[in-house]
Structure formats: C-alpha cells, structure tokens
C-alpha cells in the first residue's frame, strides 16, 4: 500500500511480506513503515537509496516522516541500504532489530540516525546527518565499527530527550 499526498509518500509493508529489496541503484522517495499488527520481522535490503520527500519535520510532529519506520514487530534487519536526507530520523527500528552497513547522509537541522529499540545491534555503519547519530534510549544496545562524521548540530550518542529513564 501507498499513501501519496501533499505531505509525504509512504509505502506501508503488508504484514506477509517479509523482504523489501532494493535492486543496485534503485531509489524510493518517501517512507518505508511497517504495518500495524506486524508480529514478523521484516528485512529491508539491497543496494539502493531511501531518499527524504520534502521539508524537514523537528521533534514528535516529525515520527511518520522517519525514513525507515520499523517499529510493529520485532526483529527487524535493516542493512546495505543508503538513506539520503531523510525528514526526521533516518532510522527508528522496535526490539532486537540489526542495522548493518547502513549509510546515512543529512545535511538539515534536526536530520537524525537511528534510534532502536532494547537488544538491538548497530554496526559497520557511516553516519553524516546533522543532528544526533545514535540514540541509546533502551537497553543492551550494541554499536560497533561506526564511522560518525559530525556536523555542527547534535551529538554522536544522545542518551536522553525530555525525560530521562535509566537504561543499560
């Protein structure tokens, strides 16, 4: 399913779908989501490029304008992919999801990494967006073999946003 309007494309994945691949040098303009009541993971793949579709969304208004939005199920493999100025996040993934050999490139305020969810494991990753790379809010989070090339806004590592809770 795809919702095209004035604000954003987004290709929700039917939940028996389990494989999104990206054939070398395709691109999608707008959003990958995963669908409500998703108990499977889903593996997002290839060897293409996500790219952003519009202006840039700050703070809780900008959540359904995340490039890659995998956060019904659990599980998810996000890897080999290329997300190019995305909205908001570059990646938000659920509970013991993996995001391997990821590139991401923004140049806007306010353009995020990855967020993840508690068990989940980031690696071998570039990040070059202009706000915070990785977020570590939950816990047992694993990042390792990342390259960061900061801009002038955010951090590489943001442990917290508006309240704090005690994660591991």
Same mark, same amino acid.
Request: hydrophobic residues 35%.
């Given at each position: 399913?795809?919702? %095209?309007?004035?604000?954003?494309?987004?290709?929700?994945?039917?939940?028996?779908?389990?494989?999104?691949?990206?054939?070398?040098?395709?691109?999608?303009?707008?959003?990958?989501?995963?669908? %409500?009541?998703?108990?499977?993971?889903?593996?997002?793949?290839?060897?293409?490029?996500?790219?952003?579709?519009?202006?840039?969304?700050?703070?809780?208004?900008?959540?359904?304008?995340?490039?890659?939005?995998?956060?019904?199920?659990?599980?998810?493999?996000?890897?080999?992919?290329?997300?190019?100025?995305?909205?908001?996040?570059?990646?938000?993934?659920?509970?013991?999801?993996?995001?391997?050999?990821?590139?991401?490139?923004?140049?806007?305020?306010?353009?995020?990494?990855?967020?993840?969810?508690?068990?989940?494991?980031?690696?071998?990753?570039?990040?070059?967006?202009?706000?915070?790379?990785?977020?570590?809010?939950?816990?047992?989070?694993?990042?390792?073999?990342?390259?960061?090339?900061?801009?002038?806004?955010?951090?590489?590592? %943001?442990?917290?946003?508006?309240?704090?809770?005690?994660?591991?």
């Amino acid at each position: 399913p795809h919702i %095209q309007t004035d604000a954003y494309d987004r290709f929700t994945v039917p939940n028996d779908v389990d494989v999104v691949y990206f054939e070398p040098g395709a691109v999608l303009k707008g959003t990958i989501h995963t669908m %409500q009541g998703r108990k499977k993971p889903l593996i997002v793949t290839g060897h293409g490029v996500i790219l952003g579709n519009g202006k840039i969304v700050s703070g809780a208004k900008g959540i359904p304008y995340n490039a890659v939005e995998l956060i019904h199920g659990s599980g998810h493999i996000v890897e080999d992919v290329m997300v190019v100025c995305p909205r908001h996040f570059s990646i938000r993934t659920s509970d013991s999801s993996v995001v391997r050999n990821v590139k991401m490139f923004g140049y806007n305020y306010n353009v995020d990494g990855i967020v993840a969810g508690a068990n989940s494991v980031i690696e071998n990753c570039y990040s070059k967006v202009n706000d915070d790379h990785i977020k570590l809010y939950n816990n047992n989070m694993v990042v390792r073999n990342c390259c960061f090339y900061e801009q002038t806004n955010g951090g590489v590592f %943001q442990l917290a946003w508006n309240s704090v809770k005690p994660v591991s």
